[in-house]
C-alpha cells in the first residue's frame, strides 16, 4: 500500500536555509488510495509547546493529493510533524521514522534549521578517504632520514598488525606522492579528498599530534601541503584535513610544557588527576593521547577560535583546506559530568565561518549522532549506525568477524534482511535534519575498520558501493577500495596502494558508480522515497524537480510488482523495468532515470 510521504527535501520544503521568524512551506503527498482524508495539519513544538497549522490541497497529480501548510520557524532547530485525518476521526502522525497511528516523539521530528547553512557542494560530493603513509611515496621521500619511532618498512611489504609495528611501521608516504595520483583520482570521478592527519606524531597514524603549527617534514612540510591543495583545487577536487578536538599527543608541545610543571600556562590545557601535573585523563585510558581541557579560554584561543587559531590558520591562504573532520567528535569536551561538546562545535564552525563560510565541517560519531548533529555547527557525521553496520549485515557472509571499528556486539556481522537494513536505516536518520543527512558520510569501510570486500559476498561490492552514490549522503572511497584491497580489521586495512595492480575492472566499476552520482541532480540533493522493501530486494526512487532516479538493489533474483507504473531509462545495471515491473539476477545494482516531479511554485 502506498502511503503519505514527505522527508525534508526541496520537493516538500520551500527552502532549506530559513531564518528565524521566517514562514516556510511545508508540503506533504498523500496517496489517494489511502483513504478520504478529511483534514491534514502540521505540529510543531516551539519553545516546547505545541502549535498547529492548517494544510490545503495546492494539487492533484498522479494519484496523489499534494497537502500545503505554513510553519513559522520560531526556533533555530524547528521541528515538525503532520497529522493526518481520516474520516470517520482516525489520526495518522507522519514524522521522520514513519507512518504511525500513536502521537510521536519530538526527536524524530522533521526540522527546519536555521543556523548558517552548509556550503552547497557539500550535497554533490563524492570523498576520497587518504592515509598518507599508505597512499604514495615520491622521490623525495628517499632522502629524508627514518624518525626514531618509526620501523621502515618497503612498500611492498605485508602490513604488521601487531604491536609495535601496528603504530610504527613506516612506509613513507607523502603528499608529493598525493599529488603524482591525482589523475587517478580526477579519472575516478572524486571531488573531494580526506586526508587523515598531516600533522608531525609520533606514530604512522599521526592522531599523536605533536604539534598542530606546522606539516609533518615527512610528508613534505608546508609547501607540500600548499602544493598538494592547488593541485587538487586545479582540478576541481576539494582538500579537508582532520584535527584531534579530544586530544593531542603525549609529544605535544603543549603537553610536554605542562607535564609536572602546574605553573605553565599550559597547565590548565588538559585534565591532571593529581597536583604535580603528572597523571592524566587521555583517550580510553590510552598514555600518549592526553584529553584536552575545554574549560581553558587559552587553549580554545590558540586551538578553535578565531582566524588565527589552528582551525582558522589551515583554511586560509597559503593553505586554503576546504573544511575539517574533526575526530572522535563525539567525546570532545565531554568528561564525566562536564559536557562543553555544543560549545567546542559551535566555537569552531563560527571560526570557520569567518575565515571561509564555503568550508565543510565533519564529525566523528560512531554510535547514535543525531542529538549532537542538529545544523548548529557539524555538516555531517562520520558515523556506522545508519549506513554502514546495515549494509555490512545485508551484504556479508553469515558470522563474518566484524574486526576493529565497526562496533558489532561480540565482532560478528550478524544477518540483515533487506527489511531490517531498512528498518535500521531509518532509526538511525530519523533524528537528523534532512540537509545533515546529506552530510553524513556513507562508508563501506575507513581506515578504522575492515575493508567490506573481505566479508562480502560474492557479487555484492557492486550492490554495497551502488547504495552508498544513491542514499542520501556522501559516498566515501577509502584508498584502495577501487584496487580490490581487503583487510581483517582498521589496521590491516591501512595496507599501501598496490599501484602495479591489475585492477581495471574494479576501478571501472567505482567510476562508473561515482559518476552516476554526480551526473544526476536526484543523486544530489533530491528525496527519497522507498517503493519495495523485501528480504532480498530494496526499490527506492530519489526525487527532484528536475529528474528522479530509481534505483534496485538484490542479494538475490528478483521478480517485483511495484504498486507504481513507471518507464525509464537504465543508467546503470542489468535489471529490466517494464511498467511496474523489476525483474533481474542477483546480487545486482541498477539504475534507471525517470521524469521529474512537476508541483505549483510554493506560495
Not at 354 to 363: K, Q
Not at 479 to 486: I, K, R, V, Y
Not at 556 to 583: M, Y
Request: charged fraction near 20%.
Amino acid at each position: 500500500m502506498l502511503l503519505p510521504h514527505h522527508d525534508g527535501s526541496p520537493l516538500y520544503v520551500s527552502t532549506q536555509s530559513p531564518a528565524l521568524g521566517e514562514a516556510v512551506a511545508v508540503r506533504v503527498r498523500v496517496p489517494r488510495g489511502f483513504g478520504p482524508v478529511a483534514a491534514v495539519f502540521t505540529r510543531s513544538n516551539p519553545n516546547r509547546e505545541p502549535r498547529f497549522s492548517t494544510a490545503s490541497i495546492i494539487a492533484s497529480t498522479d494519484g496523489w493529493d499534494w497537502w500545503q501548510a505554513r510553519v513559522d520557524v520560531e526556533n533555530p532547530v524547528h521541528g515538525y510533524r503532520f497529522l493526518l485525518v481520516l474520516e470517520g476521526g482516525a489520526q495518522q502522525w507522519l514524522n521522520a521514522a514513519g507512518l504511525h497511528d500513536l502521537e510521536t516523539l519530538d526527536s524524530e521530528d522533521f526540522k527546519l534549521v536555521a543556523h548558517e547553512a552548509p556550503p552547497e557542494w557539500v550535497r554533490s560530493s563524492v570523498m576520497y578517504q587518504i592515509f598518507p603513509d599508505r597512499f604514495a611515496r615520491s622521490d623525495a621521500a628517499d632522502a629524508r632520514p627514518t624518525p626514531g619511532w618509526a620501523i621502515p618498512a618497503d612498500w611492498s611489504d605485508d602490513v604488521d598488525v601487531r604491536e609495535p609495528g601496528r603504530a610504527h611501521q613506516f612506509y613513507g608516504g607523502d603528499l608529493d606522492g598525493i599529488i603524482q595520483r591525482l589523475g587517478h583520482l580526477h579519472n575516478l570521478g572524486v571531488n573531494l579528498i580526506y586526508l587523515t592527519p598531516f600533522f608531525p606524531g609520533g606514530s604512522n597514524h599521526r592522531y599523536d599530534a605533536s604539534s598542530f603549527d606546522r606539516v609533518d617534514p615527512l610528508l613534505g612540510g608546508d609547501d607540500a601541503l600548499i602544493r598538494l591543495v592547488e593541485a587538487a583545487h586545479a582540478r576541481g577536487m576539494r582538500v579537508i584535513g582532520d584535527l584531534t578536538s579530544n586530544h593531542s599527543g603525549d609529544r605535544h608541545e603543549w603537553f610536554r610544557a605542562a607535564h609536572g610543571n602546574p605553573a605553565a600556562v599550559e597547565s590548565n590545557f588538559y585534565h591532571w588527576k593529581d597536583e604535580g601535573n603528572t597523571a592524566y585523563e587521555s583517550w580510553l585510558g590510552v598514555p600518549s593521547l592526553p584529553k584536552l581541557n575545554w574549560n581553558s579560554v587559552e587553549v580554545r584561543r590558540r586551538f578553535i577560535d578565531g582566524p588565527d587559531s589552528v582551525v582558522g590558520k589551515w583554511l586560509q591562504p597559503p593553505y586554503n583546506l576546504d573544511g575539517w573532520r574533526i575526530d572522535v567528535a563525539n567525546m570532545t569536551g565531554r568528561l564525566g559530568e562536564e559536557d562543553l561538546n555544543e560549545q567546542v562545535r559551535r566555537t569552531i564552525r563560527r571560526t570557520m565561518l569567518r575565515v571561509n563560510p564555503d568550508t565543510i565541517l565533519l564529525g566523528e560519531s560512531t554510535n547514535d549522532a543525531s542529538i549532537d548533529f542538529q545544523g548548529d555547527a557539524w555538516h555531517g557525521a562520520m558515523t556506522y549506525p545508519n549506513f554502514t553496520r546495515p549494509v555490512w549485515g545485508w551484504l556479508c557472509e553469515p558470522g563474518s568477524p566484524a574486526g576493529g571499528g565497526i562496533g558489532f556486539a561480540r565482532g560478528q556481522v550478524p544477518s540483515y534482511t533487506g527489511v531490517q537494513l531498512v528498518a535500521a536505516h531509518t532509526r538511525f536518520t530519523a533524528g537528523f535534519p534532512w540537509r545533515v543527512r546529506l552530510g553524513n558520510m556513507n562508508a563501506l569501510d575507513t581506515h578504522d575498520t575492515p575493508r567490506f570486500r573481505t566479508s562480502a559476498r560474492p557479487g555484492t561490492v557492486p550492490v554495497a558501493f551502488g547504495l552508498s552514490v544513491t542514499l542520501p549522503g556522501i559516498p566515501v572511497i577509502f584508498a584502495g577500495d577501487e584496487l580490490g584491497l581487503t583487510g581483517v580489521d582498521g589496521e590491516h586495512s591501512r595496507t599501501p596502494m598496490p599501484w602495479a595492480a591489475d585492477a581495471d575492472e574494479t576501478i571501472s566499476l567505482y567510476s562508473q558508480l561515482i559518476h552516476l552520482r554526480t551526473g544526476h541532480p536526484a543523486l544530489n540533493g533530491g528525496g527519497i522515497r522507498w517503493l519495495h522493501v523485501a528480504a532480498d530486494v530494496l526499490v527506492f526512487v530519489r526525487e527532484a524537480e528536475e529528474e528522479c532516479v530509481l534505483v534496485v538493489a538484490a542479494r538475490e533474483d528478483f521478480d517485483v510488482e511495484l504498486e507504481e507504473g513507471v518507464t525509464g531509462e537504465r543508467l546503470f545495471g542489468d535489471a529490466c523495468l517494464n511498467g511496474n515491473r523489476l525483474t533481474g539476477a542477483g546480487p545486482s545494482f541498477s539504475a534507471f532515470h525517470l521524469p521529474g516531479i512537476a508541483l505549483p511554485a510554493f506560495a
